[in-house]
Nanobody, 121 residues
Framework: VQLVESGGGLVQAGGSLRLSCAASERTFSSYAMGWFRQAPGKEREFVAGISRSGSNTYYGDSVKGRLTISRDNAANTVYLQMNSLTPEDTAVYYC???????????????WGQGTQVTVSS
């Protein structure tokens, strides 16, 4: 299984980015997906999660109302729309696959390589 993130980059505070995570497997719809981020010197942080069908979504407290997770099971892709970005959102963003939704990174079995998001003030 391969997960490949894209869409990261440099953006000014208040701007937006849309991250994508493409999965190589045909059973993509059988798994929950999550987005995590890790800033230098900090632990990996849960950002958002989505159920297998996409009908349920979950967000970390620091991103509620600004980030939106979605998925397209026909395209084997999960997205993270990020709006109203602040410098505190600067981190490497990872997508991950899990049997069920959870906020705990240890419960996810496959991870992408990460994509850098940098928000300038």
């Amino acid at each position: 299984v391969q997960l490949v993130e894209s869409g990261g980059g440099l953006v000014q505070a208040g701007g937006s980015l849309r991250l994508s995570c493409a999965a190589s497997e045909r059973t993509f719809s059988s798994y929950a997906m999550g987005w995590f981020r890790q800033a230098p010197g900090k632990e990996r942080e849960f950002v958002a999660g989505i159920s297998r069908s996409g009908s349920n979504t979950y967000y970390g407290d620091s991103v509620k109302g600004r980030l939106t997770i979605s998925r397209d099971n026909a395209a084997n892709t999960v997205y993270l729309q990020m709006n109203s970005l602040t410098p505190e959102d600067t981190a490497v963003y990872y997508c991950a696959r899990g049997e069920v939704f959870t906020t705990h990174p240890n419960e996810y079995d496959y991870w992408g390589q990460g994509t850098q998001v940098t928000v300038s003030s």
